[in-house]
């Protein structure tokens, strides 16, 4: 697993949002999203729709 996409994980988990986890690790909405659909498909395991 990318090291990024832990932190990025972690960070939706503490901070409660993707917009506040972007905030705090000073990247784009957009990249979080992309970063966590990244994950999902390394885990093989989606939590959305």
Known sequence: ???EL???FLAIV???SFV???ERLHVAQTT???RVRSL???L???TGS
């Open 20 to 22: 506040r986890a972007a």
């Open 14 to 16: 503490s901070a409660g």
């Open 32 to 34: 979080i999203s992309a």
């Open 44 to 46: 093989r395991r989606p």
């Open 40 to 42: 999902e498909e390394q």
């Open 6 to 8: 832990a932190r990025t």
């Open 1 to 3: 697993m990318d090291i």
